[in-house]
């Protein structure tokens, strides 16, 4: 939030009962009886409701006469986010930088902020600077004639490099991919859920496509090069379990995945699987977990793009005041689903 941004008092005080990690560097608790303030998830016994007040930063505890807490040091944590974004932009160059000297760069210890960074961004910094490699190389891979010219476009020292490291990511071969999709094999069905009949969709290596309302022209339009059969016995298989999220959307179930987005657009999905059920997220901390907060609109439009709807739970996206806001196959069905998380 901005300095601006008015602090939900109720909020605030749920995070900090809970020692919510997720909620350091965005405000401060200032407890009237000690004269300290603390981040949310300061380790200490929590005071009496009555006995705290919130403040945007260390900054603004500072001159109401609070002092920062010894125990969680408050004030590292818009060091910490300063760190993972300043991180992100140096993955982001052309020469990423390995984990030693990004942690230099920065001013942490390599295995400290190892920590620090994928505990702010969900994935590792080896992992965030492949998605955006791999990112990348769709790219380029759809404008470059040659596949090998594409691969050092994308960065890569090596072709070598790139399919050892990334080409499963893209679900088909490059040169495929190149192609818009021709040679590849996609099988589908659609199947019956208390929700509506939903279309399953999905490749060799995996789902690439859950919606509801959708059928095989709307597949084809979205595939155009690539070959659309009807689904066999493995995709059947895959689909019951797809159903069984549907109708028990708690069950925890790690099914294989063919799908490509942006490297921020991964991140939020990711972000988002790791929802626990029953629980939901903010765009703007959806937008954190990706590795930029600012971004709180480009992580509702990757809700959107979210192309395996259920498996890739974005039904448990909200906006910050905990409305729903939309939902690309119905309000009814995601109000329908966090019910029966609840």
């Given at each position: 939030?901005?300095?601006?941004?008015?602090?939900?008092?109720?909020?605030a005080?749920?995070?900090?009962?809970?020692?919510?990690?997720?909620?350091?560097?965005r405000f401060?608790?200032a407890?009237?009886?000690t004269?300290?303030?603390?981040?949310?998830s300061?380790?200490?016994?929590?005071?009496?409701?009555?006995?705290v007040?919130?403040?945007?930063n260390?900054?603004?505890?500072r001159?109401a006469?609070?002092r920062?807490c010894?125990?969680?040091?408050?004030d590292?944590?818009?060091r910490?986010?300063?760190?993972?974004?300043?991180?992100?932009?140096?993955?982001?160059?052309?020469?990423?930088?390995g984990?030693?000297a990004?942690?230099?760069?920065?001013?942490?210890?390599?295995?400290?902020f190892?920590?620090l960074?994928?505990r702010?961004?969900?994935?590792?910094?080896?992992?965030?600077a492949?998605?955006l490699?791999?990112?990348?190389a769709?790219?380029?891979?759809s404008?470059?004639d040659?596949?090998t010219?594409?691969i050092?476009e994308?960065?890569?020292?090596?072709?070598?490099?790139?399919?050892?490291?990334?080409?499963?990511?893209?679900?088909?071969?490059?040169?495929?991919?190149?192609?818009?999709?021709?040679?590849?094999?996609?099988?589908?069905?659609?199947a019956?859920?208390?929700?509506?009949p939903m279309?399953?969709?999905?490749?060799d290596?995996?789902?690439?496509?859950?919606?509801?309302?959708?059928?095989?022209?709307?597949?084809?339009?979205?595939?155009?090069?690539?070959e659309?059969?009807?689904?066999?016995?493995?995709?059947?298989?895959?689909?019951?379990?797809?159903?069984?999220?549907?109708?028990?959307?708690?069950?925890?179930?790690?099914l294989?995945?063919?799908?490509?987005?942006?490297?921020?657009?991964?991140?939020?999905?990711?972000?988002?699987?790791?929802?626990?059920?029953?629980?939901?997220?903010?765009?703007?901390?959806?937008?954190?977990?990706?590795?930029?907060?600012?971004?709180?609109?480009?992580a509702?439009?990757a809700?959107?793009?979210?192309?395996?709807?259920?498996?890739?739970?974005?039904?448990?996206?909200?906006?910050?005041d905990?409305?729903?806001?939309?939902?690309?196959?119905?309000?009814?069905?995601?109000?329908?689903?966090?019910?029966?998380?609840?």
């Amino acid at each position: 939030m901005s300095d601006t941004d008015p602090i939900d008092a109720e909020a605030a005080w749920a995070a900090f009962d809970t020692r919510d990690r997720r909620r350091d560097g965005r405000f401060v608790i200032a407890v009237h009886t000690t004269g300290i303030y603390c981040k949310p998830s300061c380790p200490a016994r929590r005071p009496k409701r009555e006995n705290v007040a919130f403040y945007h930063n260390g900054a603004a505890a500072r001159v109401a006469g609070y002092r920062a807490c010894l125990r969680c040091k408050p004030d590292d944590a818009a060091r910490d986010q300063i760190a993972v974004a300043r991180a992100v932009a140096l993955l982001a160059g052309e020469d990423a930088p390995g984990l030693d000297a990004l942690a230099a760069e920065v001013g942490y210890a390599p295995h400290h902020f190892h920590r620090l960074f994928k505990r702010a961004t969900g994935v590792t910094p080896a992992a965030y600077a492949r998605g955006l490699r791999a990112g990348r190389a769709t790219q380029a891979l759809s404008q470059e004639d040659s596949v090998t010219h594409a691969i050092y476009e994308a960065g890569y020292s090596a072709p070598s490099r790139f399919y050892e490291q990334d080409a499963k990511r893209l679900g088909m071969s490059p040169s495929i991919w190149r192609k818009g999709g021709a040679g590849a094999v996609i099988r589908w069905t659609i199947a019956t859920t208390t929700l509506g009949p939903m279309m399953i969709a999905a490749t060799d290596k995996g789902l690439c496509r859950v919606t509801f309302d959708e059928g095989e022209a709307d597949l084809r339009a979205r595939f155009p090069q690539a070959e659309i059969v009807a689904g066999d016995a493995a995709l059947a298989e895959l689909a019951e379990q797809v159903v069984a999220l549907v109708e028990t959307p708690s069950r925890d179930l790690d099914l294989p995945l063919d799908v490509q987005g942006t490297a921020f657009q991964e991140a939020v999905w990711q972000a988002l699987r790791d929802i626990p059920p029953g629980e939901t997220r903010s765009y703007r901390e959806l937008a954190a977990a990706a590795g930029n907060p600012r971004a709180v609109r480009a992580a509702g439009t990757a809700c959107g793009a979210n192309p395996v709807s259920i498996v890739t739970p974005c039904h448990r996206a909200q906006r910050a005041d905990g409305s729903m806001a939309g939902y690309a196959w119905g309000i009814d069905r995601k109000i329908a689903l966090r019910k029966r998380e609840a």
